[in-house]
């Protein structure tokens, strides 16, 4: 069973501060790795990371993949207070009947303090 | 609209009741996902639909969920003789190709069971 692990579960921080939100799975047959933002409702989507050791950038987050330790890591920089919200990770798997299926972890609580 | 519709936005039901929950996709997508969020969690996968090819139903709980699909347009889930644990927001989501990752989700719907 497809299994993805997010760490920490939650996090206390003051603006300004640099977190580092971590990400590992166990997957058969991996395509890439998705990170999302959700505050209140819908997930928003942040990125997509397919190739290993290749950063992705958005202003002050940027996102890596390690494809040896299966693992994925979230930076946010100079946190600010409207970066409060649940960091989702997802790994999508191909194989058996459907391509598509996204395995999503539990989630890190980012909670941004002024 | 622009985005992924549904509805309703919240739903109390009563303990043994049938709920019906709809999702009206992006106009032009082809794949449409159902998932499950339960406080505090991430995001369990319950279904997924790719055009007219069978629905990929590996994550529905129990033969109380069923979800159908019209075509590329509409979705509804169905939760018969709903418990107390079927609780929940149930988050739909529709991208461009079968294959690649739900990147747009809808607002939700939040289940109340009583």
């Known amino acids: 069973e497809d299994k993805v692990v997010q760490s920490p579960l939650s996090l206390v921080v003051h603006e300004g501060d640099t977190v580092t939100l971590n990400c590992s799975y166990e997957?058969?047959?991996?395509?890439?790795l998705l990170w999302y933002k959700q505050e209140k409702k819908a997930p928003t989507f942040l990125f997509m990371l397919?190739?290993?050791?290749i950063e992705k950038k958005s202003g002050r987050l940027s996102s890596i993949l390690d494809k040896k330790e299966l693992s994925s890591i979230l930076n946010i920089t100079a946190t600010q207070t409207g970066d409060s919200a649940i960091y989702l990770c997802?790994?999508?798997?191909?194989?058996?009947?459907?391509?598509?299926?996204?395995?999503f972890g539990q989630g890190t609580i980012l909670t941004v303090h002024p | 609209g622009a985005g992924v519709s549904q509805s309703p936005s919240n739903k109390v039901t009563e303990k043994g009741k049938d709920v019906e929950l709809r999702c009206d996709p992006i106009?032009?997508?082809?794949?449409l996902y159902w998932y499950r969020q339960r406080l505090g969690q991430g995001l369990e996968f319950l279904i997924y639909?790719?055009?007219?090819?069978?629905?990929?139903k590996s994550g529905l709980p129990s033969d109380r969920f069923s979800a159908e699909r019209t075509g590329e347009s509409v979705s509804t889930l169905t939760i018969q003789r709903t418990q107390q644990e079927d609780s929940a927001v149930y988050l739909c989501?529709?991208?461009?190709?079968?294959?690649?990752?739900?990147?747009?989700f809808g607002n939700g719907t939040r289940l109340t069971v009583t």
């Open positions: 997957v058969t047959n991996f395509r890439s």
């Open positions: 989501a529709s991208s461009l190709a079968g294959g690649g990752p739900p990147l747009h």
């Open positions: 106009s032009g997508h082809t794949a």
């Open positions: 997802a790994v999508l798997s191909a194989g058996g009947t459907s391509y598509g299926k996204l395995t």
């Open positions: 397919t190739s290993s050791g």
């Open positions: 639909f790719q055009g007219n090819s069978a629905p990929d």
